[in-house]
Every structure is written in structure tokens, then in C-alpha cells.
């Protein structure tokens, strides 16, 4: 369910193309995908997911699927999702990816090329844009509302906001 580049069975995408379409894209599919390729599968993926937000301290989060898309017993908190966030920070790919306001996945064995592009307006053009915001993630559903995690940087201060359950 949700957002998908539909990925088709037997497709082949780099690790690094994945992280992308799951990023810029919230592509569920992909998200699904990965955890597959580094687990063997979704649910060894989502304990692993689990294992590691209890390591960062995230008291009140449970994961039961790799996407984020809601699930019953699927929660987490602001709080879980900045530490998460920080953690993310310590690797430049990550910092890389999430800066970027869209991406062409080549094509592939079984699709032509995708672009995908950040519904993230503080760093496209737009109304919102802020010379400092870095990047982020955005993500909604019925259940959820308008969810949004940004980094924002100014010389040596960065910024993790983390925003649940908009209207």
C-alpha cells in the first residue's frame, strides 16, 4: 500500500538506488525490498529494525513493517524519530540522499528510468524554502496525518524537527 515505484519481480536495482526511491520517493516497495535483500526478509528486517531503535534508546517505538506505512501495533514518537534522525546523520549517505530534491533511478532490467521528486519544500523551490534546511522526510496517511522529519544546518548548529500528526 502507499507510495510505490512498482518494482516489479525479479527486478535489479542497486542498494544505493533503493535508498533513494525509499527516500525521495517513500517507496514502499522498495523499503519492502531492501529488507528482504539485507535480512531475507521483512520480518528478520523489521527485528533488526526494532533491535536497533531499543540500542538508540526509542522506549516507545515498535516497528512490524519495514516502510512505515500503518499497521496495527506499528508506533513510534517524535522523540524515537529524532534519535533516529541523528543516527542517520553520522553517515554522509544518508545526508546525501535526503538532500536531494529529485532522482532519476535508471533503468532498469524491467523499467525504463523513474524520476522521482521530494514533496520536502524546504529544500525545493517553493514558498517554504529555507537556505539552511538540509533535508528530511516526509510522510502521511489517513491514520497518521501530515508526519515530516527535517535537519537543518547554520555553521556548526544542526537542527533535527520532527512534526506528527498534522492536519
Avoid at 531499543?54 to 512505515?68: D, I, K, M
Avoid at 554522509?92 to 532498469?108: D, H
Avoid at 522529519?149 to 498534522?166: C, D, H, P, Q, W
Wanted: glycine residues 8%; contains cysteine.
Amino acid at each position: 500500500g502507499g507510495s510505490q515505484i512498482w518494482l516489479k519481480e525479479s527486478e535489479q536495482m542497486s542498494v544505493n538506488d533503493m535508498l533513494k526511491a525509499t527516500a525521495i520517493g517513500s517507496a514502499n516497495d522498495a523499503c519492502t525490498a531492501l529488507g528482504e535483500y539485507i535480512a531475507g526478509g521483512e520480518a528478520e528486517f523489521v527485528a533488526m529494525m526494532n533491535a536497533k531503535a531499543v540500542a538508540l534508546g526509542c522506549t516507545e517505538t515498535n516497528f512490524v513493517n519495514t516502510s512505515g506505512y500503518p499497521e496495527d501495533n506499528h508506533y513510534t514518537n517524535a522523540y524515537s524519530l529524532f534519535l533516529i534522525t541523528k543516527e542517520a546523520m553520522k553517515y554522509p549517505v544518508f545526508e546525501n540522499i535526503i538532500a536531494m530534491t529529485e532522482v532519476v533511478i535508471p533503468a532498469t532490467n524491467l523499467s525504463e528510468a523513474r524520476k522521482l521528486e521530494t514533496t520536502h519544500a524546504l529544500i525545493k523551490a517553493s514558498e517554504y524554502y529555507n537556505p539552511y534546511a538540509i533535508g528530511g522526510k516526509t510522510g502521511s496517511s489517513s491514520s497518521s496525518g501530515l508526519c515530516f522529519v527535517s535537519v537543518a544546518r547554520k555553521g556548526e548548529k544542526t537542527v533535527i524537527t520532527v512534526v506528527l500528526g498534522a492536519a
